[in-house]
């Protein structure tokens, strides 16, 4: 695809609005980088299909690394292979971090899901995740514990990207967290110049709880959906957040992902944000060929929030600024069924260094 039909590539010549790969696999990483991406991610669910795409070379390192460390868990052997592949996608994205003085050019690295119960633990990992590369920025989920413990590595001098956040309340308690860390790295004395954290808002996930309370009939109020109107619930969310993000001065940038469709890109062109895509979605996204135009600040139609407000009490406490406490966030759907995939994924991670340490007979 030439230059001038490239929708990536015309996005990421603009100043503000960047892509991010949502993907560690080299190979998928070195094209997004030559459509203009200036980021990438690794998470338990990533870590695993890397694995996947290259299996013998992960399988024999997994054997290398418990001959190298006989009295190694299945868990330590795993998570150092995701340290690899983190490390190696991290080095790929080592020139682009130089350029833009820290601002982009990171590899996100997530903390352990299993983790998820201590705020020390949580920030422990951070810190440690954070000393394996200047440009490692580490993922903490935004739950009642996760905010915790993003105020304390931040502190600690951590660059933080938060995750398992799908709603207005929960960007908004991250970035508060985010702005009391910086504060207290500051006035400790250190340099926080450098210091980039984004906050993510999983877009397409909030759509899917919002479709999966419809399948089970839970629409209230008798509302009559329109076709469409469950696609726009992220976006809507998105959106909310990013005005009040800017009114706030927030020293944080929002990130969209979990892409279920191209608006989930289209509709936050002009935002200065991260947009981060699934490679697949990235070639859905170049093959429409469609030009990139300012859509940040064009607000989604008020007739399809109204339905989605009377019709589901969880878009209610998405969308609005206080829709949720802090506390609550644990319990948000979209976050119970998002922390089972990432604890599903380390399972499964467990179960493939078995194969390898306990071959089936």
């Not at 990533?46 to 399988?59: E, F, G, H, M």
């Not at 419809?214 to 076709?227: I, K, S, W, Y």
């Given at each position: 695809?030439?230059?001038?039909?490239?929708?990536?590539?015309?996005?990421?010549?603009?100043?503000?609005?960047?892509?991010?790969?949502?993907?560690?696999?080299?190979?998928?990483?070195?094209?997004s980088i030559a459509w203009g991406a200036v980021g990438a991610t690794c998470n338990p669910v990533i870590a695993v299909q890397c694995i996947k795409n290259d299996l013998p070379r992960w399988t024999?390192?997994?054997?290398?690394?418990?001959?190298?460390?006989?009295?190694?868990?299945?868990?330590?052997?795993?998570?150092?292979?995701v340290e690899e592949i983190s490390l190696e996608a991290a080095q790929q994205l080592a020139p682009i971090f130089t350029e833009h003085n820290g601002r982009n050019g990171r590899l996100s690295m997530?903390?352990?899901?299993?983790?998820?119960?201590?705020?020390?633990?949580?920030?422990?990992?951070?810190?440690?995740?954070?000393?394996?590369?200047?440009?490692?920025?580490?993922?903490?989920?935004?739950?009642?514990?996760?905010?915790?413990?993003?105020?304390?590595?931040?502190?600690?001098?951590?660059?933080?990207?938060?995750?398992?956040?799908?709603?207005?309340?929960?960007?908004?308690?991250?970035?508060?967290?985010?702005?009391?860390?910086?504060?207290?790295?500051?006035?400790?004395?250190?340099?926080?110049?450098?210091?980039?954290?984004?906050?993510?808002?999983?877009?397409?996930?909030?759509?899917?709880?919002?479709?999966?309370?419809?399948?089970?009939?839970?629409?209230?109020?008798?509302?009559?959906?329109?076709?469409?109107?469950?696609?726009?619930?992220?976006?809507?969310?998105?959106?909310?957040?990013?005005?009040?993000?800017?009114?706030?001065?927030?020293?944080?940038?929002?990130?969209?992902?979990?892409?279920?469709?191209?608006?989930?890109?289209?509709?936050?062109?002009?935002?200065?944000?991260?947009?981060?895509?699934?490679?697949?979605?990235?070639?859905?996204?170049?093959?429409?060929?469609?030009?990139?135009?300012?859509?940040?600040?064009?607000?989604?139609?008020?007739?399809?929030?109204?339905?989605?407000?009377?019709?589901?009490?969880?878009?209610?406490?998405?969308?609005?600024?206080?829709?949720?406490?802090?506390?609550?966030?644990d319990t948000f759907g979209a976050t119970r069924k998002t922390l089972r995939q990432f604890l599903a994924a380390d399972e499964e991670l467990d179960q493939i260094v078995r194969d390898v340490l306990?071959?089936?007979?």
């Amino acid at each position: 695809m030439t230059n001038h039909t490239s929708p990536l590539e015309q996005m990421t010549r603009r100043e503000d609005t960047v892509l991010w790969n949502d993907s560690a696999d080299p190979r998928e990483l070195a094209q997004s980088i030559a459509w203009g991406a200036v980021g990438a991610t690794c998470n338990p669910v990533i870590a695993v299909q890397c694995i996947k795409n290259d299996l013998p070379r992960w399988t024999a390192r997994m054997g290398e690394i418990a001959a190298e460390k006989p009295t190694a868990t299945e868990s330590e052997i795993g998570w150092q292979v995701v340290e690899e592949i983190s490390l190696e996608a991290a080095q790929q994205l080592a020139p682009i971090f130089t350029e833009h003085n820290g601002r982009n050019g990171r590899l996100s690295m997530q903390t352990d899901p299993r983790l998820a119960r201590s705020p020390k633990a949580l920030a422990d990992q951070a810190e440690y995740f954070a000393s394996l590369a200047p440009n490692i920025i580490v993922k903490i989920p935004a739950t009642a514990t996760g905010v915790e413990a993003i105020e304390d590595a931040v502190a600690r001098g951590v660059n933080i990207n938060v995750t398992v956040s799908f709603s207005v309340p929960q960007a908004l308690a991250a970035a508060e967290a985010i702005e009391r860390g910086m504060d207290q790295r500051a006035a400790a004395g250190h340099d926080i110049s450098q210091m980039g954290h984004v906050v993510t808002i999983m877009v397409g996930r909030l759509d899917d709880w919002l479709k999966d309370l419809a399948a089970r009939g839970q629409v209230e109020n008798d509302v009559h959906l329109e076709e469409g109107d469950l696609e726009w619930a992220g976006i809507a969310a998105f959106k909310r957040a990013y005005g009040i993000f800017q009114e706030r001065g927030y020293r944080s940038r929002l990130l969209s992902a979990a892409f279920r469709s191209t608006a989930q890109w289209s509709e936050f062109v002009g935002g200065d944000v991260v947009i981060s895509p699934p490679f697949a979605w990235q070639e859905k996204i170049q093959a429409t060929g469609i030009e990139p135009v300012d859509r940040m600040q064009i607000p989604v139609d008020p007739a399809i929030i109204d339905r989605l407000e009377r019709a589901f009490p969880d878009f209610r406490r998405a969308y609005e600024p206080d829709g949720m406490t802090t506390a609550e966030f644990d319990t948000f759907g979209a976050t119970r069924k998002t922390l089972r995939q990432f604890l599903a994924a380390d399972e499964e991670l467990d179960q493939i260094v078995r194969d390898v340490l306990i071959p089936a007979p």
